[in-house]
């Protein structure tokens, strides 16, 4: 069974630490706890959750050093192998980011569907998930995946939106997405017609017409788009 550390080793390996302050930061413990760890001569169980959490990385290969060391995919994780031998100096398949820069911690996301109304807690509204910067995920994110094409070619059929639902009310020529009676969650830019207590919701795509909507309904912006990924 591998000691501590030759598990240490390959742990700084795949998260591009070199030190103990550096590692200690990237699973956000003290320092002194690594020192209890060696001591020990045992890798605590919570330190393999933090790293397949933020890296991806396989529980399995950090304790034997064998198998796939990466669990990663956007649908979920699927094995991608790893160098078979520590002490060779093999590069890793993906090129390894420092612990400390801005983005490269991720985090796991659900999509929703925008064909159904915004509803956070319905499973149904799931079609998959989407792996984005740490930094991506604020408070109140919902994530959708565009299957309609009123907003090409700016946002393309197939992109993937991040809405703000805390960001509710409308600053006027800004993107919403916008609750559609039988159609679900829509992407437009949102206008005020304050004289007429009403929306303006406009596309992009020329081909789809201007639609009105009264304000007062809260459930009728569902959030502003914080972010968009898509293939160019």
Do not use: C
Request: charged content about 25%; hydrophobic content about 35%; aromatic content about 8%.
């Amino acid at each position: 069974m591998s000691n501590f550390n030759e598990i240490f080793e390959r742990i700084k390996q795949a998260t591009n630490t070199r030190t103990q302050v550096e590692l200690a930061d990237v699973l956000e413990i003290r320092q002194s706890s690594i020192s209890d760890a060696k001591r020990r001569n045992s890798v605590p169980a919570d330190w393999y959750m933090k790293l397949y959490e933020s890296f991806g990385l396989n529980p399995d290969w950090l304790k034997k050093g064998s198998g796939p060391m990466l669990l990663r995919t956007e649908q979920g994780y699927t094995p991608v192998e790893a160098p078979s031998d520590m002490k060779t100096g093999m590069r890793l398949l993906e090129s390894a980011t420092q612990y400390n820069e801005p983005d490269a911690k991720n985090v796991v996301v659900t999509v929703h569907s925008p064909l159904l109304p915004y509803n956070p807690e319905d499973p149904a509204t799931s079609v998959g998930k989407l792996n984005i910067p740490m930094s991506f995920a604020h408070p109140g994110l919902y994530v959708i995946r565009v299957e309609a094409s009123s907003m090409e070619p700016s946002i393309r059929r197939g992109a993937y939106i991040s809405l703000d639902t805390t960001k509710k009310i409308v600053v006027s020529g800004e993107l919403y997405g916008v609750n559609l009676p039988y159609e679900g969650v829509v992407i437009k830019r949102v206008y005020l017609d304050s004289p007429n207590n009403r929306y303006i919701l406009r596309s992009e795509n020329p081909a789809h017409p201007e639609i009105t909507m009264p304000i007062g309904d809260e459930n009728t912006i569902v959030g502003r788009v914080s972010w968009l990924l898509q293939k160019m």
